[in-house]
C-alpha cells in the first residue's frame, strides 16, 4: 500500500542538531547512536563526555564527590554542546532536571523525550551500574523517580517517543517522521 507520508530522498536531514532525554534505560544512548547513523550526524553522549572531562567513571565521581560536582560537569558538558553542529546529543537520564539545562537545549534545537515503562526501565538498567539505582529496591525507587521527574520530561520535551517493546530501528524511524513534522510546523509558525 502506498505510504501518505511526502516522498523524500534518506539523505534529506529534517534537522542537523538534536538531543534526547528521558530517564534511565529509555535508550537514549542506543537510539541516539542509530539516529545519528541514520541522519549522518555524530553522536555525543553527555555521560561519557562527562567521563572523559573527570577522568572518572560517573559511580567513582558520584561516590568520591557527590552529584552536585556530576551535576555541575554535566550542565558544562550541555553548554560545550550547544556550539556543536551537525550532532546528536543523548543527555544522561537527569540532565533536564535543571531548568537551565533545559532551557539551553531547547534554544538550540528540539529535545526529544524518550520514555518506556518502569518494568521495561528495570530490566534495561539492571545489569549496569547506575548509582542512584544502587539499593534495595530498584524497581520501586524507578517509580518513584519517575513519578518526581515527570514534569521536568514534560518541560523538555518538543515531542516524546515510546521505546516500550519496539525494535530499536523502528523507534528511529519514528522520530525522523516526528522531526519533519517539527521542522514544518516551525516553518508555518515563522511564516505566520
Ligand atoms: N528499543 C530497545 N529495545 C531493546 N533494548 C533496548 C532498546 N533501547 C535500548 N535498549 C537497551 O537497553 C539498555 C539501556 O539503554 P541505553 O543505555 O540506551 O539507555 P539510556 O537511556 O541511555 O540510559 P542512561 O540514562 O542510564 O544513560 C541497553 O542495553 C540498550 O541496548
Ligand atoms: O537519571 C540520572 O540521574 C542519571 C542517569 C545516567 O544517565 C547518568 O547520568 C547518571 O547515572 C545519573
Ligand atoms: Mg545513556
Same mark, same amino acid.
Given at each position: 500500500?502506498?505510504?501518505?507520508?511526502?516522498?523524500?530522498?534518506?539523505?534529506?536531514?529534517?534537522?542537523?542538531?538534536?538531543?534526547?532525554?528521558?530517564?534511565?534505560?529509555?535508550?537514549?544512548?542506543?537510539?541516539?547512536?542509530?539516529?545519528?547513523?541514520?541522519?549522518?550526524?555524530?553522536?555525543?553522549?553527555?555521560?561519557?563526555?562527562?567521563?572523559?572531562?573527570?577522568?572518572?567513571?560517573?559511580?567513582? /565521581?558520584?561516590? /568520591?564527590?557527590?552529584?552536585?560536582?556530576?551535576?555541575?560537569?554535566?550542565?558544562?558538558?550541555?553548554?560545550?554542546?550547544?556550539?556543536?553542529?551537525?550532532?546528536?546529543?543523548?543527555?544522561?537520564?537527569?540532565?533536564?532536571?535543571?531548568?537551565?539545562?533545559?532551557?539551553?537545549?531547547?534554544?538550540?534545537?528540539?529535545?526529544?523525550?524518550?520514555?518506556?515503562?518502569?518494568?521495561?526501565?528495570?530490566?534495561?538498567?539492571?545489569?549496569?551500574?547506575?548509582?542512584?539505582?544502587?539499593?534495595?529496591?530498584?524497581?520501586?525507587?524507578?517509580?518513584?523517580?519517575?513519578?518526581?521527574?515527570?514534569?521536568?520530561?514534560?518541560?523538555?520535551?518538543?515531542?516524546?517517543?515510546?521505546?516500550?517493546?519496539?525494535?530499536?530501528?523502528?523507534?528511529?524511524?519514528?522520530?525522523?517522521?516526528?522531526?519533519?513534522?517539527?521542522?514544518?510546523?516551525?516553518?508555518?509558525?515563522?511564516?505566520?
Amino acid at each position: 500500500m502506498a505510504s501518505s507520508a511526502p516522498r523524500r530522498l534518506r539523505l534529506e536531514r529534517p534537522v542537523t542538531w538534536l538531543a534526547l532525554a528521558g530517564f534511565m534505560g529509555t535508550g537514549k544512548s542506543r537510539i541516539g547512536w542509530e539516529l545519528s547513523r541514520r541522519l549522518g550526524l555524530n553522536f555525543i553522549d553527555t555521560d561519557r563526555v562527562v567521563e572523559r572531562v573527570s577522568c572518572m567513571r560517573i559511580p567513582e /565521581l558520584f561516590e /568520591l564527590y557527590g552529584e552536585a560536582v556530576f551535576r555541575d560537569y554535566e550542565s558544562e558538558v550541555v553548554r560545550r554542546c550547544l556550539r556543536l553542529d551537525e550532532a546528536v546529543i543523548s543527555t544522561g537520564g537527569g540532565t533536564v532536571m535543571r531548568e537551565a539545562n533545559r532551557r539551553m537545549l531547547l534554544s538550540r534545537g528540539p529535545v526529544i523525550v524518550l520514555t518506556a515503562s518502569p518494568e521495561t526501565i528495570y530490566r534495561r538498567t539492571r545489569r549496569h551500574k547506575r548509582p542512584l539505582l544502587e539499593i534495595g529496591d530498584p524497581e520501586g525507587r524507578i517509580r518513584e523517580l519517575l513519578n518526581a521527574r515527570q514534569s521536568a520530561y514534560d518541560a523538555a520535551a518538543s515531542f516524546h517517543v515510546s521505546t516500550d517493546g519496539r525494535h530499536s530501528s523502528d523507534v528511529v524511524e519514528e522520530i525522523v517522521e516526528k522531526l519533519w513534522a517539527w521542522r514544518e510546523a516551525r516553518e508555518a509558525e515563522r511564516r505566520r
